[in-house]
């Protein structure tokens, strides 16, 4: 091995171990310090984006030991040592994909949908299948320029890497940071083009595809730490379930008041907004006198709401009607709480939710759904 390859190995390893001791180290002091927010009343619900981020680069610190290591002693041409890196990359896609679940801005068809995840994860398990088999018997086979065995562990890093700049893109737009969005799409990027010369034996040069790597893993490293540094602040004006409270006066007309931003007994009128009105009424009435199986709302999918942008809409008009200032300004996740499939619900507490009886009985006569049957009749 030349003193290139050692330096850069040795690079990854600290770079990724610091990294990840990191991430660990603020996973866990964001546990202690926000339990309360972490963990539903009623149903745990803990986030381990931050935790799988951080074993995805003890992944890394593993491989560049392996490379380190094993590249000396038994060849980097060798089948047991490119098996070995491609066994870590799968492995590192997969917890990856298992922090993407927790992104709130991933694609719905990945965020919180345990099925879905389940199907991908299996089809990450027949890639490194394909790959062991392809590895063992068809080692060193290039077609048309291409490294057989690579191709399997390519493609599955294109789709990866996909989810990963829609999720931090949307992340980091969402959370008012534009530019560290665009810096995100072209560090992905660059991950992944990282990864072209082990497919197309024409693009062998190591000192650009050392640089490459070691300047993009870095860079989406300080990209992790920015991301839960995003998380922190907004776990901090996250405001608390005991401290809200929702009245639905009238048709149209709400009184909302979240004491923590400063927002007390406001009257919000819809006026002519009557379907973003009567939604908020439907989780209001399934969370104030529903079972705990009826609180929830199926959001798409064929549920009684078509779509998440119906939930978007009713805490976009709040803020525009109620015309808050930045720091003012509720988001979804202060409302809504996402329990997983398709499924909301209120995150208010029942007894914080007060409907006027007239209300209440006019709404639950001209509604249709199974679900309101046994609601107040």
Same mark, same amino acid.
């Given at each position: ?245 929702? +009245? $639905? ?6 009184? &909302?008041? *979240?004491?923590?931003?400063? @927002? /007390? ?71 809504? +709480? $996402? ?6 619900? &209120?995150? *208010?507490?029942?007894?914080? @939710? /007060? ?23």
């Amino acid at each position: 091995m030349n003193a290139l390859s050692q330096f850069y190995y040795l690079a990854h390893i600290f770079i990724s171990l610091i990294g990840g001791v990191l991430l660990l180290a603020i996973y866990y002091n964001i546990r202690l310090r926000f339990r309360n927010i972490l963990v539903e009343e009623d149903q745990p619900r803990v986030d381990y984006g931050l935790l799988y981020l951080s074993c995805a680069l003890f992944v890394w610190v593993l491989a560049g030991t392996w490379s380190l290591l094993m590249s000396g002693s038994i060849g980097a041409s060798s089948i047991i040592f490119q098996l070995g890196i491609y066994v870590f990359s799968i492995v590192n896609n997969m917890f990856l994909l298992l922090a993407i679940y927790y992104f709130h801005d991933a694609p719905s068809f990945v965020y919180k949908n345990q099925q879905n995840v389940r199907i991908i994860i299996g089809l990450i398990l027949v890639v490194s299948l394909i790959t062991i088999i392809i590895t063992w018997f068809y080692a060193d086979t290039i077609v048309y320029g291409l490294n057989v065995m690579a191709l399997p562990d390519a493609m599955l890093s294109a789709f990866l890497s996909y989810l990963l700049v829609v999720s931090l893109y949307r992340t980091f737009v969402h959370r008012g940071l534009v530019s560290v969005a665009l810096i995100s799409v072209i560090v992905v990027v660059l991950i992944f083009t990282s990864q072209l010369p082990e497919v197309f034996v024409s693009m062998d040069f190591i000192l650009g595809d050392h640089l490459i790597k070691l300047i993009a893993k870095t860079s989406l490293i300080f990209l992790f730490l920015v991301l839960a540094t995003t998380w922190v602040i907004q776990l901090a004006n996250t405001p608390k379930q005991n401290e809200m409270q929702l +009245t $639905f006066v009238d048709w149209s007309l709400i009184k &909302l008041s *979240i004491p923590s931003k400063n @927002i /007390n007994d406001l009257m919000v009128d819809f006026g002519s907004k009557t379907t973003q009105y009567k939604n908020l009424l439907k989780f209001g009435t399934r969370r104030k006198l529903g079972s705990y199986e009826q609180q929830c709302i199926l959001v798409g999918n064929g549920g009684e709401i078509r779509n998440q942008t119906y939930i978007t809409r009713i805490i976009d008009n709040i803020n525009e009607i109620a015309g808050f200032e930045l720091e003012q300004r509720i988001e979804r996740k202060d409302l809504f +709480t $996402f329990i997983g499939e398709g499924q909301y619900r &209120l995150r *208010i507490l029942p007894e914080h @939710i /007060n409907i006027e009886d007239a209300l209440l009985k006019e709404f639950l006569a001209g509604v249709e759904h199974k679900d309101y049957l046994s609601l107040g009749r």
